[in-house]
């Protein structure tokens, strides 16, 4: 493995995960000198940033690297290459420190953000409680990354990529069963004659959707020569199972991965989906790739490892079901995925939530409302104040108009010494008779 695949190498070596494209590149792109295009792959992971910049960082010293090149699944998983972290150089440690800080400080923003929206803003926080939920770094360490650090940042990566799938499929069930409750719901909401239009409309789209050319079986020859044909190019006639694994080990590392394998799947699909038609789900297209790999994997995987070497790949040719195999099942050709129990508690469900949304909603209209009268009566305070205002200054200058000249102890006019200063500048004369 060479240095700069070492990011890629970890991650294929401990979960399966490919950095390439999913789309495989056809020969006559590869005889053109056309460079195959990279893109990143994210592994659906809440701290993937946080996973791969560590990985980054660690492959820049070069005692790690050489550690990594020569570990096996057991060895990063086992937590054996975490005690290496002790040897590597003083401004990689410096780094990692940061990146820590960096994700420390990012999920108490997280924690902040979600305090907030559930409004418990006054709660006093125990950060490194709060901090516990987060399995992937030490929460009792906040500012140090140290062997820990990296031990559970692996285990931790390792079960949620193990569980990854499953998850895909749980997220597809339940859009399954919102568009199911969503179409009944629809249907209710139209008379006999418009529903049983819309029906027959519904039923037209399924069976168009249904009338597609055979899908061959993932990993079966058919399936497998049809690529060769169709994607590399080449005679069918000529099909060679060990050219072929090395035309789609896109990055060379000598296996295949899971999305190495997908992108072989592409050409089935297409069958069956078509971005373009009212009657094809692309959610649904994601689904039946996944199912696809799982039941190449299921067969031909034969360690485990989350990933098909040569040899696996190779034998796999040998077995009677690769020349012989079925037409593959699609999801239309299969039960739902869905039980209708399921489908019931999931309504009941979405209605709960539709309650909380409602009382929400009310909450939060009733607080404008009080908001808004709050504002009334402040602006109603402001305008008697700026009016008692205007009526004070008014006042004050009725009253100087009608305020009578000052006068003497008998009565004469009595006029400020300012006034009586003029006057005596204007007649000077009169000042100097007396």
Not at 104 to 128: C, E, G, I
């Amino acid at each position: 493995v060479q240095p700069s695949c070492l990011f890629f190498f970890f991650f294929v070596s401990l979960f399966g995960v490919s950095l390439q494209t999913l789309s495989p590149t056809p020969l006559s792109q590869q005889k053109l000198g056309h460079p195959t295009p990279r893109h990143e792959h994210d592994t659906g992971l809440y701290y993937d940033r946080y996973l791969r910049e560590v990985i980054e960082v660690l492959e820049t010293d070069p005692h790690f690297r050489e550690k990594l090149q020569t570990a096996n699944t057991e060895d990063i998983k086992n937590g054996r290459l975490s005690k290496e972290l002790d040897l590597v150089g003083h401004h990689v440690r410096t780094r990692l420190d940061e990146l820590k800080r960096q994700e420390v400080s990012r999920l108490r923003m997280l924690l902040k953000a979600k305090l907030d929206s559930t409004n418990m803003q006054s709660v006093q926080m125990d950060h490194v409680s709060l901090l516990k939920q987060f399995e992937h770094l030490d929460p009792h360490n906040q500012n140090t990354f140290e062997a820990k650090d990296l031990e559970l940042l692996i285990a931790a990566a390792t079960k949620d990529l193990e569980n990854y799938d499953a998850e895909r499929h749980e997220e597809f069930k339940r859009y399954e069963m919102l568009k199911e409750h969503e179409r009944r719901e629809y249907l209710k909401s139209l008379d006999q004659e418009k529903r049983e239009r819309e029906e027959r409309r519904i039923e037209e789209l399924r069976e168009k959707h249904r009338q597609h050319p055979k899908v061959n079986a993932p990993g079966s020859v058919d399936q497998l020569r049809e690529v060769w044909e169709e994607t590399d190019g080449l005679d069918p006639q000529e099909f060679n199972p060990k050219t072929f694994f090395k035309l789609h080990d896109t990055n060379g590392d000598g296996v295949l991965d899971e999305q190495e394998l997908e992108a072989l799947f592409t050409k089935e699909l297409e069958k069956v989906y078509d971005p373009k038609n009212e009657e094809d789900d692309m959610m649904e297209m994601e689904e039946e790739r996944l199912r696809m790999r799982e039941h190449v994997m299921k067969n031909v995987d034969l360690n485990r490892d989350r990933l098909v070497s040569l040899d696996e790949f190779l034998r796999s040719t040998e077995k009677k079901e690769f020349n012989n195999a079925k037409e593959w099942e699609t999801l239309d050709d299969k039960k739902p995925v869905y039980t209708e129990a399921e489908l019931q508690r999931f309504e009941v469900e979405l209605r709960d939530k539709e309650v909380e949304l409602s009382r929400r909603a009310e909450t939060l209209r009733q607080e404008q409302e009080l908001l808004r009268e709050r504002g009334k009566a402040l602006e109603a305070q402001k305008r008697e104040y700026q009016q008692a205002v205007l009526e004070m200054s008014r006042q004050k200058e009725q009253q100087a108009e009608h305020r009578p000249p000052p006068s003497g102890p008998n009565g004469e006019l009595q006029f400020p010494q300012e006034i009586q200063k003029l006057a005596q500048d204007d007649h000077p004369g009169e000042r100097e008779g007396q």
